[in-house]
C-alpha cells in the first residue's frame, strides 16, 4: 500500500513538472475530497502552481461555476451542428468540427 502511495506522489510531480506550466495557468479544482486533501494542496502550493484554495472555491451554484457556463454552451452548439446534418451525416468526425 505504501509502495503504492509513493508511486502515485511521484506521478503526480511528474505531472506537475512536466504537463503544468505555474505561470500560464491557475489550476481550478471541484472540491472533490481528493483535491481538497492537505496533501494535495501542499504538493501544489510546494511546486509552484497558482491554485485557488479550498476557502477561495465558489459553491456549487452553476451561476459562480464557469465550467457549467461554458458545458451549456458546448452542448447546445454540438447540438446544433448535429441537428444540421441529414441523419445519416449527424455522428460523423466531420460534422462536429467547428
Not at 2 to 8: F, G, I, W
Not at 72 to 88: A, G, N, R
Amino acid at each position: 500500500m505504501l509502495v503504492a502511495k509513493l508511486k502515485l506522489s511521484e506521478a503526480s510531480q511528474d505531472i506537475i513538472h512536466n504537463v503544468i506550466d505555474p505561470n500560464e495557468i491557475i489550476f481550478v479544482h471541484d472540491k472533490a475530497s481528493c483535491m481538497r486533501a492537505n496533501k494535495t494542496q501542499h504538493l501544489l502550493q510546494d511546486n509552484g502552481v497558482k491554485f485557488w484554495g479550498n476557502d477561495i472555491w465558489p459553491g456549487n451554484s452553476p451561476d459562480l461555476n464557469v465550467a457549467e457556463c461554458i458545458r451549456s454552451i458546448i452542448k447546445d452548439e454540438v447540438e446544433t451542428q448535429m441537428l444540421s446534418e441529414t441523419e445519416y451525416n449527424r455522428d460523423h468526425e466531420d460534422t462536429l468540427k467547428m
